[in-house]
């Protein structure tokens, strides 16, 4: 029998492992009266987001902003940061699925979780129990880099000691595995949990 496939695998959390409602932040809109998409453009306005991925505003900091960006749309900061609040208190659903098979595959080699987060990631992971369900965890946000830079898939292998080219990326945005792949790494480009099973089958035989 030859070598498994990959040596390690680096897989996204947010809409892969940790799926959020579709619906919910443009729910917390609509409760307030507020345009579909207010909160959203708030908080993910590219320059703020980027900002918060790399670490140069913390997740409380990254928080504060969009709530003082948002003041004169809500028609006062008290309102601006009971919305931010309750966006804050929003949860994700995590993928049984996805965590039983990325268990299953860390018997054979590292699994690495790599995402373009805030500050607060670590936290919510032991919320969710997860704090012990990677082999290594590359926050963007404590590295001060973000994908699809080619230096988070190298520095993400390297928690492991494993080449790039010895590792597969999952991640549900496709620029992002574009990037990972013109890094020498072999790049899935996630749809769904049994897709990803019928990938690595050759790892868990």
């Not at 299953?104 to 919510?124: D, G, H, I, K, M």
Request: proline share 5%; hydrophobic share 50%.
């Amino acid at each position: 029998m030859g070598p498994p496939p990959f040596a390690a695998v680096l897989v996204d959390f947010d809409g892969v492992l940790n799926l959020w409602d579709p619906d919910g932040m443009s729910a917390l809109d609509r409760a307030r009266g507020l345009p579909e998409g207010t909160l959203a453009g708030a908080a993910f306005e590219d320059g703020l987001l980027e900002a918060a991925v790399t670490g140069r505003l913390t997740d409380e900091e990254w928080r504060a902003q969009v709530a003082v960006a948002l003041t004169a749309t809500c028609g006062s900061a008290d309102r601006a940061r009971a919305l931010v609040g309750e966006w804050s208190a929003l949860s994700g659903r995590i993928d049984a699925e996805l965590l039983d098979l990325l268990g299953a595959l860390r018997v054979r080699v590292p699994v690495v979780l790599v995402s373009n987060a805030t500050t607060r990631l670590e936290s919510y992971l032991a919320a969710k129990g997860l704090a012990d369900a990677f082999d290594a965890v590359f926050n963007t946000s404590r590295f001060g880099i973000a994908k699809p830079d080619p230096r988070v898939f190298a520095e993400a292998a390297r928690l492991v000691g494993v080449p790039v080219e010895r590792c597969l990326f999952v991640d549900d945005t496709r620029a992002n595995v574009s990037a990972a792949t013109e890094a020498g790494l072999t790049g899935h480009h996630y749809r769904g949990a049994a897709e990803l099973r019928a990938l690595v089958g050759p790892l868990l035989g």
